[in-house]
């Protein structure tokens, strides 16, 4: 392979001819010649946006273009650099996120660097009302990111600090990337905060922004700092680096550049490893140092420790890096397809450790020392050679000599552990299971070197059984040679065998009844448990807070638990959630909680963590991702717990869900599950049915269904009758549904509800509310023609907000200032402030606002006589109301299209 490429992506408007200069000096400079290849990335890109049969090309567009390119460079070349002017900062940045988001991060190991020169990171302000009014004739993909503030590129900006220039870790979605970000010095275009955005790393250069890559000189202050960056990534000339193997090493001395390393390594069972890229560019990197210190690669079991550590002692063995190479292994049994066998030899004290070594190394001398001299000798033997040792396994060392022991080695001595437990080191690699894409690939790699043939189906079953665990995956495919006759998809699945053997070990080191508890809980949900759902969930079922601290350290020492630190969220792999619930042998330890218990303290915690995250989605905005991770967990226990009958708590999540039911559209969802815990035969207190009647009435409403709406209030109202003492919340929502229907049918009683509902919530001191009922009060004035009393309501209300900071009621009262002044004729009103009404509405609105917003847009555009906006916002309505099944909203769009189309 070719050992360096630098890659240059010019801006706007621009073209590869942009970076001539540049490399042009590079080329003659005797520090950089040889030593690189260059490439220019060019793409479609120009002042004026589409044209006649002609559009610019989106940043999504060009990054998959880049990704194209780059994929085929990685094949080619060691390590690649990236240098990046203006907009192409921006290209490079997107092809990032997009690489990452597609579980891709891994394969980015080979980038080395990134010079971003002059991009704006937050958008440019320059000429942006002329580029507005170009922007609507000629619309522009490109130019609209380019806007300050722009949401999109402010997402893929904290995509790509967090996930790569923040990162401490390869992974599918993370690897750690140097980045470094340069503003121009005398910049009019793109200021300093922009080129700097929220990079750790940051400079200045000297020119504007168009001369800044065109430096004048090979003396130019501004090319010796760039040529400064690049030859800080640059390796050293290829004479210098050891060659990659190209085969296994044979089990004896091998032959290395006119000596002989010495070696007990095993031979290898494959050529190749699969999604392990940048953990063995990792460890080349770490071994190629010879810093002393030990590194261990953990990881659940069967996750491939093993052979990524005997991979790479291979590759350092052929290299000509260490003297010696000394593999130890303490494991005690193998997994064959017929089952679990004892192995003939595990190191498993330090007698046993310093023997093998002495015998590798052929000093039968050290032999005949007793074993603390021999320890010693051991030492002593090893400080006069360069040397690899691989310890594999080391959960099973019970010795606890060993691993002080190896801390005092010499520094000419790498050390390597494997170990499913967690080890105090301070350098480790964690592997993770494969993606499902991964796995596949593994599996038809094993299927093929069994010369075995299978459809496309089996391939995919076996890949999603073994939960991305390689050994599960080699098991597996072993068993299918072997003609296993239950090796099929269904429940007599005959993988026991392979669940204990990987998993029984670390279950039995759970050893109290907290443990256990706490892992079945974790095992409880489908998806992710945010780290306070689950505290609540084990305070509830009697465990302290320091006990519960523990607990979770066991459990994530022993790879049982993984943690994520940006979502703050636990989570099982569900290879081992189904062998805990199903298989695990922890009934010594849970005779006195059932997987009921559980379940009963876990639903309530659910419950409180949705009312929690329901006044995060209504203060501070909320992504549907976020929600994502908990609607499964919410949807799949209510299902349980009204299959089981428990109508207190499966009516006590539904009322949590029901926030997020409005604002994500799952009415149907909504609907379906409070349909059927509200028939025979199940029996709800009034209090929960008043409620429960009251939240259909308003997503039925809002599903666009005011008739259905309508009568689920009879519905409700004779259910709230019935309740003795109603609380305030429920009062409310009963006010709520009441005058929400009260003017959507214009009813004469409409604002003599509305001010009783006004009047109470300003009772209850509840600013949300009270600004909620105005905004309905102004609506139904402007439906009866009373446009200055809207008009002032709307004003004091919308000022309210913004001094509360409540952006989401803010934005339902922005749908009713867009009617306003759509009713006063006030249509470039509505236009101008289009972008910033949408744009708080897609972080803050409930969707059918967000809908309502676009559809309002799109009358003020069509009234203006300009079509093809129009269209556009009446297709981001209509899609909207699509999403969350609101029949009159995809009526309007339709209708209103119609008119403009005919």
Known sequence: MKPTLLIFIHGIASGPQAWDILIELLKADEKVAGRVDYQTFEYETRLIGNRFLTRTPTYRTVADKLRTRFLRYREEYEQIIFVTHSQGGLVLQTFLSRMLAGGEAEKLTVVKKMVLIACPNGGSGIFLTPRRSVGWLFPHAQERRLRPLDEEIADIHRH??????????????????????????????????????????????????????????????????????????????????????????????????????????????????????????????????????????????????????????????????????????????????????????????????????AITLDRRDLLRLPPPQRAIGVVAALAEMSCLLVLDNFETVADTRILPYLRDLPQSCSILITSRRRVDVRRRVSLQPLNPGQSAELVRSELERRHLSRPPTTVDWIAETSGGIPLAVQWLVGRLASGAPHLAPGPELDDDEMLRYLFQSAVDHVSDEGGSVALRLLAHPPGTIPSRLLENALLRLGMQHSDITRTISVLSTLNLVGYDQVTDRYSVLPIIKRFVLEKASLDTVTSAMTMEQIGDAYVPALAEHLRIEADVLWRTGYELGDWDRDRANC????????????????????????????????????????????????????????????????????????????????????????????????????????????????????????????????????????????????????????????????????????????????????????????????????????????????????????????????????????????????????????????????????????????
């Open 635 to 902: 949807l799949t226990s209510i299902h349980n717990l009204l299959n089981q009958g428990k109508v207190d708590l499966a009516a006590e999540l539904l009322q949590a869900f029901y926030p997020f039911a409005i604002t994500f559209g799952h009415f149907d969802d909504f609907l379906a599950h409070t349909s059927t815990l509200l028939a025979p035969p199940f029996q709800l207190a009034p209090i929960d049915g008043a409620r429960l009647k009251a939240h259909r009435t308003s997503v039925l409403f809002h599903s666009g269904d005011v008739d259905r709406a309508e009568m689920e209030l009879a519905r409700a109202e004779q259910e709230y009758r019935l309740v003795p003492a109603p609380d305030d919340a429920l009062t409310d929502s009963m006010f709520f549904v009441r005058s929400i229907i009260a003017v959507s049918r214009r009813s004469p009683t409409a604002e003599a509800i509305l001010n009783e509902a006004v009047t109470f919530a300003r009772r209850r001191g509840v600013v949300w509310a009270l600004i909620g009922f105005q905004g309905w009060l102004a609506l139904h004035l402007i439906d009866m023609g009373r446009l200055d009393e809207a008009d002032g309501l709307l004003r004091e209300t919308l000022a309210r907000c913004a001094a509360d900071g409540d952006h989401r009621t803010a934005v339902f009262l922005n749908v009713g200032m867009a009617r306003l002044r759509l009713a006063l004729g006030e249509h470039d009103k509505v236009i101008d402030s289009a972008d910033d009404v949408l744009a708080l509405a897609r972080k803050y609105g409930e969707d059918h606002n967000w809908a309502h917003l676009h559809y309002e847009v799109a009358r003020a555009y069509a009234h203006r006589d300009d079509t093809r906006t129009a269209l556009n916002h009446l297709a981001a309505a209509r899609e909207l109301y699509v999403r969350i099944g609101a029949g009159v909203g995809i009526e309007s769009c339709d209708a209103l299209r119609a008119q403009l189309v005919p």
């Open 160 to 357: 790509v600090v967090s996930q790569v220039d923040k990162a401490d870790r390869v992974s599918p979605n993370s690897c750690p990337i140097p980045l470094i970000a340069f503003a121009a010095e005398s910049d009019g275009i793109v200021l300093r905060a922009s080129a700097y955005g929220h990079f750790r790393s940051h400079g200045i250069l000297p020119g504007s922004h168009k001369t800044v890559i065109r430096p004048s000189s090979p003396t130019d202050p501004g090319y010796l700092d760039l040529r400064n960056e690049i030859l800080g990534a640059v390796r050293p000339a290829a004479s210098a680096r050891p060659a990659t193997p190209s085969s296994p090493a044979p089990l004896r001395p091998a032959s290395t550049g006119g000596r002989t390393a010495l070696h007990n390594l095993p031979r290898m069972t494959t050529s190749r490893l699969i999604g392990r890229d940048s953990e063995l560019a990792y460890l080349r990197t770490f071994l190629g140092q010879r810093t002393g210190e030990i590194l261990l690669i953990e990881g659940t079991a069967g996750a491939g420790k093993t052979t990524l550590a005997l991979h790479i002692s291979h590759e350092m063995l052929h290299s000509n890096q260490y003297d010696t190479i000394i593999w130890l292994s303490a494991r005690t049994t193998i997994l064959q397809t017929s089952g679990e066998v004892p192995t003939a030899t595990s190191t498993s004290d330090l007698a046993d450790l310093t023997t093998t070594i």
